[in-house]
């Protein structure tokens, strides 16, 4: 079977749905989680809609898409020169994708562009190479094969000259629980740009790459020195070179990797697949960063420092803050990934030392390393910073969810603000103004 014609005919869809949903209770439980508490009990059928939908390009063929869709341009007849549909090169860029990484089931983002040269005198629906490309996106994938895919799918349907295809990836990288907090050093994406080409395109070095690259090139969009297929690098996906050891118990951990091996088998897919061989396995590593446990945040050291005895005013207070404190979680209602910054700011007794940076990111994590949502951090953050100097603090949590962009609503970019005042932030307009411009003022890590 060609790729034109590569898909899943739907069979029993209600039931695999609810293969998925029973598989996700067992992963909840193993993170030792109520699957019938509040937030959680609607969870396995949102997770399975989302997978669904993150997947359906196993339904999908991408002739059906094609056919039909191409349209008569005959474009020069001197045989002097390239146009319309003798020749002349054709692209769309930025396409906005995203897809399932297959190595270990996380959502990743792409940005894709496609050129073909079109030929026998016929053009196709432009809108068509992006409806192709999304066919391919979603199912479990690699950026390599994706290109590959999507770049023989058009080959075949509109049989032009040449086509290209090249995709710009971004994969979260996501941080082990172990790390504690974040250094500098710490790389929040991996990015990764392939192409693959086929006719014209064929050879790396043909004039007509050059052409393509300089088309996306004067849109600033750069991709000639990272466009290169190489077989023999590194897997891109930053879970091949976790050595985590899972800490749970070995029972536990085969009941959940046995959950989503069948959950990989209800989407369609073979877990004996070459890409797929680890991958359970993969899967629960990561989840398992999330285990709800009994542990206590323990914060050392002095909260504040010690006053200055030289320091003139010592009953005034003063405000201070922290901002772009990096933390990651796990959306409790999808089992997706969010992550973002956490600006803290509050008032203190003039003439002491700050709050160490290290204790509040030590607050952040904490909260940070569960099943969560954005609101309940916020105001988890804020009321344990509150305990500690006993009032006035402002919380502002900024974060970018995969779950807008896995469940069919597609808003890649979005971000997501939440706030919480206590004490004095939630009555002085002055105080909670100057907080914020601070935040303005100050670059995003």
């Not at 536990?252 to 877990?271: C, F, Y």
């Not at 009953?315 to 979680?329: I, K, Q, R």
């Amino acid at each position: 079977m060609g790729v034109l014609d590569e898909g899943h005919v739907e069979v029993g869809f209600e039931q695999e749905t609810l293969a998925i949903e029973e598989a996700v209770k067992v992963l909840l439980q193993g993170l030792g989680e109520d699957i019938n508490g509040e937030g959680l009990s609607k969870t396995p059928a949102r997770v399975a809609k989302a997978l669904r939908e993150g997947t359906r390009g196993y339904r999908q063929k991408a002739k059906d898409i094609v056919q039909g869709a191409l349209f008569p341009e005959a474009g020069l007849n001197n045989g002097i020169g390239h146009a319309g549909g003798v020749g002349g090169l054709v692209i769309v860029r930025d396409l906005d994708l995203f897809s399932y990484c297959e190595s270990c089931l996380l959502p990743f983002q792409v940005k894709c562009h496609v050129g073909y040269v079109p030929s026998g005198q016929c053009v196709v629906g432009l809108s068509k190479l992006s409806r192709v490309a999304d066919v391919f996106a979603k199912r479990l994938q690699d950026p390599q094969r994706l290109a590959d895919d999507v770049c023989s799918a058009l080959n075949h349907g509109i049989k032009p000259a040449g086509v290209a295809v090249v995709l710009q990836c971004l994969h979260i990288h996501f941080p082990n629980l172990e790390l504690g907090f974040l250094d500098s050093t710490h790389q929040e994406w991996v990015k990764v740009s392939v192409c693959s080409g086929k006719g014209l395109f064929e050879n790396a070095k043909a004039t007509i790459w050059s052409d393509f690259l300089s088309l996306l090139k004067f849109r600033g969009i750069n991709v000639e020195k990272t466009c290169t297929r190489d077989s023999t690098g590194p897997c891109w996906c930053p879970s091949q070179s976790s050595s985590a050891l899972i800490p749970c118990k070995i029972e536990t951990v085969h009941q959940m990797v046995t959950a989503v091996t069948s959950i990989l088998r209800s989407l369609g897919e073979d877990p004996l697949r070459k890409g797929l061989v680890g991958t359970p396995n993969r899967y629960v590593r990561w989840l398992l960063n999330f285990e709800k446990t009994n542990m206590e945040l323990k914060l050392d050291g002095d909260v504040c420092g010690k006053m200055d005895p030289f320091q003139p005013n010592c009953n005034e207070e003063e405000m201070h803050s922290e901002l772009n404190l990096a933390f990651w979680s796990q959306c409790e209602h999808h089992l997706l990934p969010f992550h973002g910054v956490v600006h803290i700011g509050y008032f203190c007794t003039k003439g002491t030392n700050p709050i160490a940076k290290s204790i509040l990111q030590s607050i952040v994590h904490f909260y940070g390393f569960k099943l969560q949502v954005q609101e309940r951090i916020t105001r988890q953050v804020a009321e344990t910073v509150s305990s500690l100097l006993g009032g006035d603090v402002i919380v502002v949590v900024e974060a970018s969810h995969s779950c807008m962009v896995s469940r069919g609503i597609e808003k890649l970019g979005s971000n997501t603000a939440t706030m919480a005042l206590l004490g004095r932030f939630s009555t002085d307009d002055t105080a909670k103004t100057m907080f914020l411009q601070r935040i303005q003022n100050t670059p995003t890590s």
